[in-house]
């Protein structure tokens, strides 16, 4: 069941687009503040098997149509601190694809993107993984086993280590769009239960079926992919301010986006 989840582990949410490469690539109408010229650059490596994949476009201001440009002819490079190195090919307008390098956790990972006479850099460390010790579907205590139910996840926190979790929700096969950002703050080598909220159709809470499939991802990031997600949440959670702060990114000016090495692991339940 993971092997056929493992594109889910891109996911995320960029500037303006799909935060890392997935096979849904789900669009969000993310504004962002009119600055300098650039690329969005959107890429992960993971401790999954690849290619892994960096999505490259053209930024636009916030004021214009959230169309953004495929970046096509870009020379992209990932290269890792022992002494990997790997020049993606274009698989179509703007997505390169990864031909040898593998992800693996503790190691460095480093992007180049060349464009139009400018380099722009992002670097990550994959963390280890955290293993998932159980999920389960659980129900609101004020309705009663018969209302709206969700999910529960609980994992052992390793000790001594600062950790930064995204969690993500396959629901029958499709990936949910809830952000489920953790860390660890107070809560060092502790066992960690966390509920997983998502909205459903009707505007409440999603509800479960007999013989619906629910996985969830446990994604270990870094720091910077952490802060780098809680400004798109902060942007997409419908911030007050008419121009929006962009959300900080480890890609060097003006590219805007995030490049992450990222572990994960995942668990499946099928609901009774």
């Given at each position: 069941?993971?092997?056929?989840?493992?594109?889910?582990?891109?996911?995320a949410?960029?500037?303006?687009?799909?935060?890392?490469i997935?096979?849904?690539?789900?669009?969000?109408?993310?504004?962002?503040?009119?600055?300098?010229?650039?690329?969005?650059?959107?890429?992960?490596?993971?401790?999954?098997?690849?290619?892994?994949?960096v999505?490259?476009?053209?930024?636009?201001?916030?004021?214009?149509?959230?169309?953004?440009?495929?970046?096509?002819?870009?020379?992209?490079?990932?290269?890792?601190?022992?002494?990997?190195?790997?020049?993606?090919?274009?698989?179509?307008?703007?997505v390169?694809?990864?031909?040898?390098?593998?992800?693996?956790?503790g190691?460095?990972?480093?992007?180049?993107?060349g464009?139009?006479?400018?380099?722009?850099?992002?670097?990550?460390?994959?963390?280890?993984?955290?293993?998932?010790?159980?999920?389960?579907?659980?129900?609101?205590?004020?309705?009663?086993?018969?209302?709206?139910?969700?999910?529960?996840?609980?994992?052992?926190?390793?000790?001594?280590?600062?950790?930064?979790?995204?969690?993500?929700?396959?629901?029958?096969?499709?990936?949910?769009?809830?952000?489920?950002?953790?860390?660890?703050?107070?809560?060092?080598?502790?066992k960690?239960?966390?509920?997983?909220?998502?909205?459903?159709?009707?505007?409440?809470?999603?509800?479960?079926?007999?013989?619906?499939?629910?996985?969830?991802?446990?994604?270990?990031?870094?720091e910077?992919?952490?802060?780098?997600l809680?400004?798109?949440?902060?942007?997409?959670?419908?911030?007050?301010?008419?121009?929006?702060?962009?959300?900080?990114?480890?890609?060097?000016?003006?590219?805007?986006?995030?490049?992450?090495?990222?572990?994960?692991?995942?668990?499946?339940?099928?609901?009774?």
């Amino acid at each position: 069941m993971e092997m056929k989840f493992s594109r889910f582990a891109y996911i995320a949410f960029v500037s303006a687009l799909s935060f890392l490469i997935s096979s849904c690539e789900k669009v969000i109408d993310l504004k962002l503040k009119n600055s300098e010229a650039g690329i969005v650059i959107e890429g992960a490596v993971t401790d999954q098997p690849g290619p892994y994949r960096v999505k490259i476009s053209r930024k636009v201001n916030f004021d214009q149509p959230n169309v953004f440009p495929a970046v096509s002819g870009a020379s992209v490079i990932i290269s890792d601190n022992i002494g990997s190195r790997d020049t993606l090919k274009e698989v179509r307008p703007g997505v390169y694809e990864t031909n040898s390098i593998v992800g693996v956790a503790g190691n460095t990972y480093t992007l180049s993107v060349g464009d139009q006479g400018n380099t722009y850099t992002g670097q990550s460390v994959m963390p280890s993984p955290v293993a998932i010790d159980s999920i389960s579907i659980d129900y609101f205590l004020f309705g009663g086993p018969d209302t709206a139910k969700f999910v529960k996840v609980t994992f052992k926190d390793p000790q001594g280590v600062k950790n930064y979790y995204r969690i993500l929700e396959v629901f029958n096969g499709d990936t949910l769009k809830g952000m489920h950002l953790e860390d660890d703050n107070f809560r060092d080598g502790q066992k960690i239960t966390q509920p997983v909220f998502e909205d459903g159709e009707d505007g409440n809470f999603q509800t479960f079926k007999s013989g619906d499939v629910v996985t969830i991802l446990l994604l270990s990031i870094d720091e910077n992919t952490y802060k780098y997600l809680r400004g798109v949440e902060a942007v997409t959670d419908g911030g007050q301010s008419a121009s929006p702060a962009n959300p900080p990114s480890n890609l060097s000016r003006p590219a805007l986006g995030c490049f992450s090495a990222h572990s994960f692991t995942s668990r499946t339940i099928i609901v009774k």
